[in-house]
């Protein structure tokens, strides 16, 4: 433990700033939005909306004015110079009929009545500008940089009235405001309480950390994982959610514990998000909050290293906890001594004590992809099992073959005979073949450039389906175009799509002439007809191409399944 400072603080008093309407006042606000105009905000503004109604981050009660956005990003402190590091703002595009102290209704995706906002600032900002001084980097490798290209130009900003928080349905126990946690731990009789911060699933060394963190202050811990937007490709909040009830249950000592779910849509934005982050829970009820290495981190910028170095956030927080009324506990790397089967610091391992781990790649490569269940030293079973059944091996992951080529050129034959080596195998099959897809789901559509995208589009919509729940999609079409075979590439998911280019020559094709329809185009019976009188764009870079003049339907089907049992999708 390399904590500077473990002095016992009670759970932060203080208001809490709270934009609802009283229950009798929804019907007249209601009645006065049908009047107004309207904006509908993006997913992370209803996020920041959520936390900003049931004061979460206060002192801050609104979207921020440009004195606020400018001063915020300079020195981190509001207008009024509260300390605050993160911009909250709400960026819209022109919104027509928005007038200067006239109100707006704000409306979800759905376009859901929130409330109404009256809008005393319409500002333009800066995207560089606010990137850089706030993350410290224009990359766009930072996950937000690239979104905020996305974001409207002008800040609106202005006093808000607003009507409920947005009704969610799953984990619905676990959903409490800043209200209801202070509650809960005035409730449990919580003194010291610290917060742990999180967004991935919780393992041994979590757990240990969290463990000692709340022995040290002879407290309770808040168990906070944020379930709103959190880094693109991080394990989904359902699964995690699903981890961390399980050892609430089983791991943590009751009555010691409180989980509860945060809203937030993080910036990852390092240093200032880990200040950010102790700000939230001190308006939880939080005495103490811990911050380990890499600390809400974005990654690995364009040139290969790291935004923010492993401990700024920490010298960050360290030198604010004053002013902010809550006590960091600092933490450094929990590492595994298999030869003592238990955690310790980084710092205070013994040097020449052997240390075993497991990293974020290896676990989804060696273990989860393999079908490999995680070791009980590094996560309980329980939680391994709750992976494995959300990241099941590959074998057990779905796939996408993709056959194109001429009509006649053996994509359906081949399909057919791998179906049944992949049933031999114990793989779930649908076959998406072009000529009985259009005969149902793509009825009607003929041969026009416009229907044959649409056509290709649909089938890739449904293989993209069978993949994502598992199961393996043989799809037979002549599929002529380049473009859009890889916008169907793309549906799928690269990593689960296998085109197979059926190379067979014009000439074959004709002399086979197994349903008759060269004949006619030739006749001119049948127009744009594929090879004749409308291109086919060969691929460029298929992960297979078949000969069908060499090698026999059989021999071929084979060399697709070898293929995938190469690539793990068969066992
Ligand atoms: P597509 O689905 O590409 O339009 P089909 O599989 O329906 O083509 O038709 C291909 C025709 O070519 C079948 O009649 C098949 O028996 C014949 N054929 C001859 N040699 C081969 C081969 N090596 N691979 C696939 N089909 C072949
Ligand atoms: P696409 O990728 O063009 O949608 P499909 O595999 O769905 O291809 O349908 C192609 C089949 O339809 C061919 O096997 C052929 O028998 C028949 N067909 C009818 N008219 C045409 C045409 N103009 N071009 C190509 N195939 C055609």
């Known amino acids: 433990m390399t904590t500077s400072r473990t002095g016992l603080v009670s759970p932060v008093g203080g208001t809490l700033v709270d934009l609802f309407v009283p229950v009798e006042a929804r019907a007249e606000l209601r009645a006065h939005a049908t009047r107004l105009p309207s904006v509908q905000i993006s997913e992370r503004a209803l996020y920041d909306l959520e936390l900003l109604a049931t004061g979460a981050f206060s002192p801050l009660d609104r979207f921020m004015s440009r004195r606020d956005h400018e001063r915020v990003l300079g020195e981190m402190r509001l207008a009024g110079g509260q300390l605050f590091p993160i911009p909250v703002t709400l960026p819209v595009n022109r919104v ?50 690239a979104e905020m290209e996305r974001w409207g130009e002008v800040n609106l ?17 676990l959903r409490l405001t800043p209200a209801e946690v202070r509650a809960r731990l005035t409730e449990a009789g919580a003194v010291n309480v610290v917060a742990f911060q999180t967004r991935n699933p919780l393992h041994r ?4 950390l969290t463990r000692r963190a709340a022995d040290l202050i002879k407290g309770t811990l808040l168990l906070h994982p944020v379930v709103g937007m959190t880094k693109p490709g991080d394990v989904d909040y359902y699964t995690r959610v699903r981890t961390y009830k399980v050892l609430v249950e089983r791991y943590y000592e009751p009555g010691r514990v409180v989980l509860a779910l945060l809203n937030l849509a993080m910036r990852m934005a390092g240093p200032r998000e880990a200040l950010w982050h102790a700000l939230i829970r001190r308006n939880h009820g939080a005495s103490h909050f811990i911050v380990g290495r890499d600390h809400a981190s974005p990654g690995l910028d364009s040139a290969g290293k790291p935004f923010y170095g492993a401990y700024d956030a920490q010298e960050l927080v360290g030198r604010h906890q004053e002013e902010l009324g809550i006590t960091m506990l600092p933490f450094g790397e929990m590492m595994y001594l298999p030869d003592e089967a238990r955690y310790e610091e980084a710092s205070r391992v013994p040097k020449q004590a052997r240390t075993a781990s497991i990293s974020g790649t290896q676990v989804r490569e060696e273990f989860l992809n393999a079908g490999v269940k995680l070791p009980d030293w590094f996560t309980r079973p329980e939680v391994a099992q709750i992976l494995m059944d959300t990241y099941p091996a590959r074998h057990r992951q779905g796939v996408c073959v993709w056959f194109t080529g001429l009509s006649g050129a053996g994509k359906s034959t081949t399909a057919e005979i791998l179906t049944t080596l992949l049933l031999e195998r114990g793989r779930n099959i649908t076959v998406l073949d072009g000529d009985v897809v259009r005969t149902n789901l793509s009825k009607g559509l003929g041969f026009s450039k416009e229907d044959r995208d649409t056509n290709i589009r649909r089938i890739g919509f449904v293989a993209a389906e069978i993949v994502r729940h598992g199961g393996v999609a043989l799809c037979a079409a002549v599929s002529p175009y380049r473009v859009t075979r890889d916008e169907v590439r793309h549906m799928v998911g690269a990593d689960h799509f296998v085109e197979v280019f059926v190379d067979t020559p014009l000439e074959e094709c004709e002399r086979r002439d197994s349903k008759g329809v060269y004949a006619k185009a030739r006749r ?32 071929n089907a084979r060399r697709v399944l070898e293929y995938l049992e190469g690539q793990g999708f068969v066992r």
């Open 524 to 555: 001119g019976e049948i127009k744009g007809f594929t090879g004749i009188d409308d291109p086919y764009e060969a691929p460029e870079h298929p992960e297979i191409t078949l000969d069908t003049l060499v090698s026999t339907p059989d021999a």
């Open 157 to 173: 900003s202005g006093r808000a009235r607003l009507l409920a928080p947005p009704l969610r349905h799953d984990f619905r126990d």
């Open 96 to 145: 027509p009929g928005l007038r200067l102290d006239g109100d707006i209704a704000l409306r979800d995706a759905h376009n859901e009545l929130l409330g109404v906002m009256t809008v005393e600032e319409a500002y333009d900002w800066d995207r560089g500008e606010t990137a850089q001084q706030m993350l410290g980097t224009r990359d766009v490798r930072h996950p937000l940089v």
């Open 205 to 208: 060394a979590h757990e240990e």
